[in-house]
């Protein structure tokens, strides 16, 4: 049985019955766009969130991709952090530094974390100023109808309020237009004090992944995926995805799927 979803359908989204069905055409998905990059600039900048994204990422680090990417050329960001230490249980660097970086013979120069050791206005300010750095030597591109970044691919996760990096539903942050990283310290999932891409730099990619899975998640896939009109609550973070020039494209098991129109069962 497979998902009638299961290819992409006109929404951008992918449905899968089984995690590691997902998990190999993320791994084929993420492989394609690197040598895509590579070849046209030279290298690849990819965006990471936390969660259960990184495992999700797990078939990147096994053969074929783990001989065939040319992992020299990635660079590695993140689009957001929790401001703690690098090797707390709560941080996303250690989560994909264990899950996945570790693993793969990617250039740790070419990583990117945030400044561990200031507060949460600081390392959002020292994050930008690097990004601002990597964009006027085109290890990441600009835009070209803003002067924000534009990363080859940002991968996303969705928490079961519909908040993706650490914007969340009703938060002022959505609003920021100016800065590239903002900060929170009222965080409503702890820990408080957390940095984030805003919507425009994440609405300034090439490509943008949201990767979600589980029936926890189910009714804000729905709110944000769906054309539910008047339904759909106004500050709704996934539902501001939406990439200028770029593509969407959504990864979801089958209980995240369970709630959006049209989705069936197929053999």
């Not at 290819?7 to 019955?17: N, P």
């Not at 020299?72 to 994909?96: C, G, M, P, Q, T």
């Not at 050791?117 to 020292?126: I, L, R």
């Not at 995926?225 to 939406?242: E, H, N, R, T, W």
């Amino acid at each position: 049985m497979a998902l009638s979803g299961a290819k992409e359908d006109a929404r951008g989204v992918r449905i899968y019955e089984y995690l590691d069905e997902l998990s190999a055409d993320l791994a084929d998905y993420i492989s394609e766009l690197s040598e895509a990059s590579v070849k046209e600039r030279g290298v690849f900048a990819i965006a990471l969130s936390g969660g259960s994204l990184i495992s999700l990422m797990r078939k990147l680090c096994e053969a074929p991709y783990s001989k065939t990417v040319d992992w020299a050329k990635w660079y590695i960001f993140w689009v957001d952090e929790r401001v703690v230490a690098k090797n707390h249980v709560d941080s996303n660097y250690k989560l994909a530094k264990d899950g996945f970086l570790s693993k793969v013979p990617i250039v740790p120069s070419h990583v990117h974390s945030i400044n561990d050791t200031v507060s949460a206005e600081k390392a959002a300010e020292d994050y930008e100023f690097v990004i601002r750095q990597l964009v006027r030597t085109r290890v990441i591109s600009v835009s070209d109808i803003s002067d924000c970044p534009k990363f080859d691919l940002i991968l996303l996760g969705m928490g079961p309020d519909g908040h993706i990096a650490s914007l969340f539903p009703d938060h002022y942050i959505l609003d920021e237009k100016a800065e590239w990283v903002t900060f929170i310290t009222d965080s409503p999932k702890p820990p408080p004090e957390r940095i984030t891409f805003t919507l425009p730099v994440i609405n300034s990619a090439s490509n943008v992944a949201v990767v979600v899975t589980g029936s926890s998640k189910a009714e804000a896939a729905h709110l944000a995926i769906d054309d539910v009109g008047p339904d759909c609550p106004l500050s709704s973070p996934a539902k501001m995805i939406q990439p200028t020039k770029g593509k969407l494209v959504w990864y979801l098991d089958k209980a995240a799927a369970s709630k959006l129109e049209g989705t069936k069962y197929s053999e």
